[in-house]
């Protein structure tokens, strides 16, 4: 699967489990009702500092979120990749 190029300040991350505070309630909020304590895997997209895209996986289902201004550029597919190890 071809990822397209991210904006040049987004950079996507896999960050260890558990997440850190900050980032378990920028995840809440992309990704409502995942089961946050759950995860066997994650992805985050940062810009600027802020988490602007989730891709969250636990036993049995996954999710994936990306702010609204954010959607459409590459960030949904580079999560998804980076999530399932591409």
Known sequence: MSVPP???RVRVTRP??????ALKASAARLCP???LDA?????LAIAGGAVIGAALRW?????LGVDTGWR???I??????ALHGS
Do not use: I, V
């Open 39 to 43: 995860l066997t895997g994650a992805a």
């Open 33 to 35: 009702g995942a089961p």
């Open 59 to 63: 036993e049995g289902g996954e999710a």
């Open 76 to 81: 949904e597919e580079a999560l998804s990749a």
């Open 16 to 21: 260890p489990r558990p997440l850190a505070p």
């Open 6 to 8: 991210l904006p040049a």
């Open 72 to 74: 459409g550029r590459g």
